[in-house]
């Protein structure tokens, strides 16, 4: 058996997948292609995105999440969903938002998506239907449902951050309609990181009996202290108060640029419609 020193198994755990490389390096190829004017500042929050993105799936994070760790599957989930796409939405120039919405199909989809009624739901719906044990223990067990469970994430979460980050002025919801949005979703961020702290150790049985192939277990449950009960509670946490901190600093981000826009560009008829 081989005796693990914490830098030795964070070295060893990368997840070098080649599809995640390609895949990457497509999206940066099209912005580059596609993206155009861009700001320096776009280019590096969309750049940021893509690189947090590849950290999240190829980091420890993949492999301790999959196999031992509840706390790193939240961290890397957490991620993914409120981290890549803000920084991508961001990074969006406006020209181009715009050459996708004049495509009549395109056009279609944004203007339903868009609406907060639909884009609420199905960002935090996702999430909380995703860590359903019989759900969440699938993607454990099924790597084709834990790709199809982040591919979701992604989706969903562009289409939840869009009414708030869209490069579009007439695609946002007005910037008092940000606060119950984000308020609402931190709510049930938080609700959910209630369940997971307090709820005992079994919720997501893989955690507490791992198959502990690279034989790290000694090494997580001994040196770094984290039995089941401590992992799940702390995936909790993370659930509970970061995330809910990232909706409560959305809602910051949008009063601010909204009080530091040109005062004749503060009200926008089209935006009350979709209000």
Do not use: C, K
């Not at 058996?1 to 997840?15: C, P, Q, R, S, Y």
């Not at 700001?39 to 190829?58: D, H, K, N, P, Y």
């Not at 994430?153 to 002025?169: K, N, Y």
């Amino acid at each position: 058996m081989i005796h693990w020193t914490t830098w030795e198994l964070l070295a060893a755990t990368w997840f070098w997948d080649p599809s995640i490389f390609i895949g990457s390096a497509a999206l940066l190829a099209i912005y580059w292609q596609w993206g155009r004017p861009r700001t320096r500042r776009q280019t590096i929050f969309f750049v940021s995105g893509v690189l947090v993105m590849v950290f999240a799936l190829v980091s420890p994070l993949e492999t301790l999440g999959d196999t031992y760790l509840f706390s790193a599957h939240m961290l890397q989930h957490l991620l993914l969903l409120l981290v890549t796409p803000p920084l991508l939405l961001l990074g969006l120039p406006q020209a181009a938002a715009q050459r996708i919405v004049a495509e009549p199909f395109f056009g279609l989809v944004e203007r339903v998506l868009r609406r907060p009624y639909i884009a609420w739901p199905l960002g935090v719906i996702t999430i909380w239907v995703w860590h359903i044990p019989a759900l969440y223990n699938a993607t454990l067990a099924d790597e084709q449902i834990h790709i199809l469970e982040h591919v979701l994430f992604m989706v969903t979460a562009v289409i939840f951050w869009w009414p708030i980050l869209a490069p579009l002025p007439a695609s946002r919801i007005p910037p008092l309609a940000v606060i119950p949005y984000l308020f609402a979703a931190a709510a049930a961020s938080s609700v959910l990181g209630i369940i997971l702290t307090f709820t005992p150790p079994g919720l997501y049985p893989a955690y507490v009996y791992p198959l502990d192939e690279l034989g790290a277990l000694p090494l997580i449950r001994d040196s770094w202290g984290l039995s089941p009960a401590a992992d799940q509670q702390i995936g909790g946490l993370l659930m509970w108060v970061p995330g809910s901190l990232v909706y409560l600093s959305g809602i910051i981000f949008a009063l601010a640029r909204w009080y530091s826009a040109p005062e004749e560009d503060n009200f926008d008829p089209a935006l009350a419609e979709i209000a």
